[in-house]
């Protein structure tokens, strides 16, 4: 049974840093791309950051560009999303997803992920 666990979420003031991290447990974590997604209050879900299988390729949203990395741990089967000069608008449940792929393959569309975690909340006050 796979399992996407994400921990690392909480409040924090505009302008502050978070790290969120994803376990995962259940499948060969190295033959899967991993994203992540966030979703506000109201709004669809949408594509935050993706790495590849292998961990040399990653794509980052516009809007998080310059401000969000992401990596992963293939031994630790773990991705992780370091979240750094936070804005109010970043503020929504946080969800990492896993799909299985080509070694360098990136993949942003929310469709094409197969696993998903269940959410971990981030508040940016102002």
């Known amino acids: 049974q796979v399992e996407l666990v994400e921990s690392g979420g909480g409040e924090v003031q505009s302008g502050g840093s978070l790290r969120l991290s994803c376990a995962a447990s259940g499948l060969t974590f190295s033959n899967y791309a991993m994203g992540w997604f966030r979703q506000a209050p109201g709004k669809e879900r949408e594509f935050v950051g993706a790495?590849?299988?292998?961990?040399?390729?990653?794509r980052s949203a516009n809007s998080v560009k310059d401000r969000f990395t992401i990596s992963r741990d293939n031994p630790k089967n773990t991705v992780f999303l370091q979240m750094n000069s936070l804005k109010p608008e970043d503020t929504a449940v946080y969800y990492c997803a896993a799909v299985i792929s080509l070694p360098y393959t990136v993949v942003t569309n929310v469709k094409q992920y197969t696993y998903w975690g269940q959410g971990t909340q981030v508040t940016v006050s102002s």
């Open positions: 790495i590849s299988r292998n961990g040399y390729s990653t």
